[in-house]
């Protein structure tokens, strides 16, 4: 699988940014998806995940704020950021997993698109 992320840029604390991420397959046959953050010298840390019968997570520190959702006909997911406050600034990871018959997880990663919020 191929991941395709878009969006990211500089926004003031408080402003809103969409973050969008396309699959090369139909993301119906994907388990999994989401996005990841990644602060320097800090591990990257699951923010919002998203499954095609649309069960949702999120990290505690954005539940409230940040929306992942899905369009099916555009394989695509997307991640929409409220409320951004200066400690979400990061480089945000698009991930899928699919998951073997044999039931092993399979994770693939897009390119990280940076995202600064300036306080």
């Known amino acids: 699988v191929q991941l395709q992320a878009s969006g990211g840029g500089l926004v003031q604390a408080g402003g809103s940014m969409r973050l969008s991420c396309a699959a090369s397959?139909?993301?119906?046959?994907?388990?999994?998806m989401g996005w990841y953050r990644e602060e320097p010298g800090k591990e990257r840390e699951l923010v919002a995940s998203i499954c095609p019968g649309g069960v949702i997570e999120y990290s505690k520190s954005v539940n409230g704020r940040f929306a992942v959702s899905r369009d099916s006909a555009k394989n695509t997911i997307y991640l929409q950021m409220d409320n951004l406050k200066p400690e979400d600034t990061a480089d945000y990871y698009c991930?899928?997993?699919?998951?073997?018959?044999?039931?092993?997880?399979?994770?693939?990663w897009g390119r990280g698109t940076q995202v600064t919020v300036s306080s």
């Open positions: 991930y899928a997993k699919l998951v073997s018959r044999m039931g092993n997880p399979i994770n693939f």
């Open positions: 397959r139909s993301i119906n046959t994907i388990n999994i």
